[in-house]
């Protein structure tokens, strides 16, 4: 519960530019290719897609966002190793965000999402100059609907993965688009579920004394 309420704390924070709230997440994919050629749209008739496919590999999509100012980045890497987060920790940091003071990172548990990714990646005084920048706050096992990131990515996959993608270029070709679409939209989350709500509907999962 503690780690619950410590996001929910975080979400209710006062938008402060030198002290962003962003959350992150990532998701795999398959890259897809049509075994046959499919029919194009016509008047009166829809396109048809063959149901086999080919598959191309997989990959893994990452999204970065901030969801107070409505700014997100997505983008698609081969790996979702501690290096490929360690690389978008630097971009956050140096590119993205280089005038905060400190960024508030939400995200889940997993093992690649730590301080020691960085310390993998990079040199330790850069390491170490990354790590001070960063405030992180993990949702709890079980809990990953408390990252926002997933509503990002819920989206992302509606709008964006509706057709097979073959290729990784292709995709994050696709994704840039979406990415300046959504960002030229400002489009904010309205994130209502509270400390008061979770003590209330969700008593049954508190300690009881």
Same mark, same amino acid.
């Given at each position: ?11 209710? =924070? ?58 997100? =980045? ?5 790996? =979702?190793? =501690? ?127």
């Amino acid at each position: 519960m503690a780690a619950m309420e410590d996001v929910l704390a975080v979400y209710a =924070r006062p938008y402060d530019p030198a002290y962003p709230v962003i959350v992150m997440d990532e998701k795999p994919l398959q890259l897809l290719a049509d075994a046959r050629e499919g029919t194009p749209v016509a008047p009166g008739r829809p396109a048809r897609e063959d149901s086999e496919y080919v598959r191309c590999g997989t990959c893994s999509i990452f999204v970065w966002a901030e969801p107070l100012r409505g700014w997100r =980045r997505a983008y698609a890497e081969t790996t =979702r190793t =501690r290096l490929d987060w360690a690389k978008g920790v630097e971009q956050l940091l140096t590119v993205d965000y280089p005038d905060a003071t400190k960024v508030v990172l939400v995200m889940d548990n997993l093992n690649t999402h730590s301080i020691a990714s960085l310390y993998q990646a990079f040199p330790p005084r850069k390491a170490f100059a990354l790590a001070e920048r960063l405030e992180i706050h993990h949702t709890p096992k079980h809990g990953s609907w408390l990252n926002i990131a997933e509503i990002e990515l819920s989206c992302l996959t509606k709008q964006c993965l509706g057709r097979r993608i073959a290729e990784l270029d292709v995709l994050n070709t696709e994704l840039d688009a979406w990415t300046s679409a959504t960002n030229a939209d400002e489009r904010q989350v309205d994130w209502r579920f509270t400390t008061k709500d979770a003590r209330i509907k969700l008593r049954h999962l508190y300690p009881t004394l």
